[in-house]
């Protein structure tokens, strides 16, 4: 398996290490290791961070050193533009700070100041609807064995 750490991590290339990279090295160990469905998804959040650089900051690179909290923030905006529920974008800020982490325990990176400490993107609750007096009412009169003639409940 490829080695996650970027190619460069002498101290004089220290404030230059690329978070985009790293993730793209994860990516590969993750397609290496035949972890095809995790490697798919977060192909997908690196996807939706390169466009959001793209359209923010017009690049595609983006440094260990430059994830802040005000970048976070506004990457949270960029998700609600493109009309990614709260749930979703939970999951991806967890794939973020996963790597960020790794980052960190692999003696990668050092940050001054942990830009996770404060940010908090919260799951929405699911909205529960509640049936209606008369979709209620349909239930009461629903016959499933009506339908047995009809082989629509039958388990052959």
Known sequence: IESILPVSNDMNNYNKLSFIQYFNNHIKNLENGKKIADRNKHAVVLGHIKEFLVKSYRTEELLLKDITGDFLQELVYFFEG?????????????????????????????????????????TSKPQNKSLTVNEFKGLELFNPYQYIDKNLFSNS
């Not at 325990?105 to 993107?121: C, H, L």
Request: glycine share 2%; hydrophobic share 30%.
């Open 82 to 122: 493109i009309k990614l529920s709260k749930n979703t974008q939970n999951g991806y800020f967890k794939k973020i700070r996963h790597l960020y982490y790794l980052a960190i325990k692999n003696n990668v990176f050092t940050p001054i100041k942990n830009p996770f400490d404060t940010f908090e993107n919260r």
